[in-house]
């Protein structure tokens, strides 16, 4: 199995996969979403550092889920 | 005996330390014992400094310092429109007759300013998207709430640049300060912003200025659900 932990805010949560999850199918996760409250408008960090949707995320990664700044209209 | 290595690709090995030439061995370990190998460089303080507004806390590493306060009191510092029947209602307008509106904040929300400081040469800098406000509701779900002066991700817009001064507590204070006596306006202002706002933010005329309104019970639903590594840098609330 896969797990991943992810964070968001001050809320965190650990998931098991029996793939590797990628980054995009982690931020489309509805479940997530309810459990740690995010929406689309969101990135996701690995140590600090944006990964793309593409990226699988190996076993025992641990992920920062963090909403994205809107700009100036 | 045996040592377990975590190499910096993120696997790890076990090896028999006792032998003269060492064998290694890859070995599947739980997520939890990789993060009992590595080392905890984050210390947090709780209620560490006082301040005009507040007890201070730090989260501090080798690469920033995170430092929050707790309001229970928010200023806004607005101009207002008053309704015939006494109410008072912010309405974000960049000029005008701007009022200072005491907000208390609802027992159920914990309200946390944030500041983020990084080592800039000899000095210390605020990113000046290096602030922010968050409200924490039921099971710590944060918030970003109907403000005109916020972006989605929490981060407060200043209307001033990086802030570098020469200690971070220098420049924790210098940020909040001006947080608290700045004047909102209508920037990143929209029309959803304004709805809530309006429901949450509301007051009445009194003889001796303005008076806040309780806050709707259900504040959250006014609010949207945002977040930003920053909280974690909130001491144990």
């Known amino acids: ?73 | 005996m045996s040592e377990y290595v975590l190499k910096s690709t993120g696997r790890v090995f076990r090896r028999q330390a006792d032998i003269v030439i060492p064998g290694e061995t890859e070995i599947e370990v739980n997520p939890s014992m990789i993060n009992a190998m590595v080392p905890k460089s984050r210390v947090k303080l709780s209620n560490f400094m006082p301040s005009p507004y507040g007890l201070v806390g730090a989260s501090i590493t080798e690469q920033e310092t995170i430092f929050s306060v707790r309001l229970f009191n928010l200023i806004l510092n607005c101009t207002i429109a008053i309704g015939d029947d006494g109410s008072a209602s912010p309405t974000w307008q960049h000029s005008g007759t701007f009022v200072e509106l005491i907000w208390p904040v609802p027992d159920t929300m914990k309200l946390f300013y944030c500041a983020r400081v990084t080592p800039f040469g000899t000095t210390y800098k605020i990113h000046s998207a290096g602030t922010y406000l968050f409200a924490l509701g039921v099971k710590n779900r944060s918030y970003r709430l109907p403000l005109p002066n916020i972006y989605d991700d929490g981060h407060i817009c200043t209307g001033v640049g990086d802030v570098v001064m020469h200690s971070p507590v220098e420049a924790f204070l210098d940020c909040l300060t001006r947080f608290m006596k700045s004047q909102w306006n209508a920037d990143l202002a929209n029309e959803p912003m304004r709805t809530r706002a309006a429901q949450l933010f509301q007051f009445k005329v009194v003889p001796d200025g303005f008076k806040a309104l309780a806050a709707p019970k259900e504040w959250a639903s006014l609010c949207w659900e945002a977040s930003n590594s920053v909280l974690e840098g909130i001491p144990a609330l």
Do not use: H, W
């Open chain 1, 1 to 73: 199995m896969i797990q991943v932990s992810i964070r968001c805010g001050m809320r965190e949560t650990t998931r098991q996969y029996s793939a590797s999850p990628s980054v995009g199918e982690l931020k489309a996760d509805r479940d997530l979403r309810d459990e740690l409250g995010f929406s689309d408008n969101v990135r996701v960090l690995v140590n600090g550092v944006e990964q793309p949707d593409y990226l699988r995320l190996p076993n025992g990664s641990a992920v920062t889920i963090e909403t994205a700044a809107n700009t100036k209209a």
